[in-house]
């Protein structure tokens, strides 16, 4: 997730890690060989895995446990661009939210690579309606193509105003926010009765407060997703839902969008193409 890899070269990410080390979280390729305990993968076979580090380099010691076997059919490019993205949006709309078939979902960001997971999963996996916001109408456009049924450009916008009037004041039944600051307050003002929102990061800086006495009017409920941390607290879920990610994408439910690709002697580029807002979907660093 370049993101995430960012914010920890810069020593901003909640997991802080000693100097010098090497960025990358998820990434996909052949096993080149095993160890004498490994049952699970063999020579040759196509992998996906997530790490802690290390990921973004031309060879990498992975554990049995965090590698998944790319199904048929399914790239290289588009397997690398599953685990934080679709791991996180499936957690956050099936895990945390239970969001069901034909309730409305607000995703913020959406044209980023969580958000328009989140937008691809909900619309076509979980059959829900999809409200994309983004700051472009290019980015709103992207969000419509993926398959949300409306979109809200909040950058000349009021969210809580055009989320009403797309709802009929009625609000939605979920939001996804990965942008917190206003954008989060504005999305939780939008929540219906019993409506749920979900924390999934802060990307715009400033991490809100939340006013307890919104939850007991509207009786809603504001939910936590930190993805990473199910690999230790819970990791059949961690697991299941990068399984499931990868059975979707197999089966044509979803289809990652990947926005750039760069190769690894061009990571720096890669990375100021995220920081200066010009990425959509996934980046891609490749090694081949």
Known sequence: QASISILACQGLYQEKHSLPFTPGMEFSGDVMETGADVSSVKEGDRVVGVANTKA????????????????QGVPYEEAAALPVSYGTAILALEHRARTQA??????TAAAGATGLA???????VLKAK????????????LALQKGAAQSVNYSWAGLREEVKKLTADKG???????????????????????GRIVVVGFAGGTIPSI???????????????YWGRYRNEDFPVFSSALSSALRYCQEGCIQPHVGAMFKLEEVNEAFAHVTQRKSTGKVIISVS
Not at 211 to 225: D, M, Q, R, V
């Open 56 to 71: 973004l380099a031309e060879e990498y010691i992975a554990d049995q446990k965090l590698l998944w076997t790319i199904p």
């Open 102 to 107: 034909g309730e409305t979902v607000l995703v």
């Open 130 to 141: 999809v409200i994309a916001a983004a700051g472009s109408d290019r980015k709103c456009h």
């Open 118 to 124: 989140t937008v691809d999963v909900a619309s076509n």
């Open 172 to 194: 939605v039944d979920v939001a996804i926010d990965t942008i917190g600051g206003d954008i989060f307050k504005e999305a939780l003002h939008s929540l219906a009765w019993e």
């Open 211 to 225: 006013p307890a006495n919104l939850l007991l009017l509207k009786n809603i409920s504001a939910l936590g997703l």
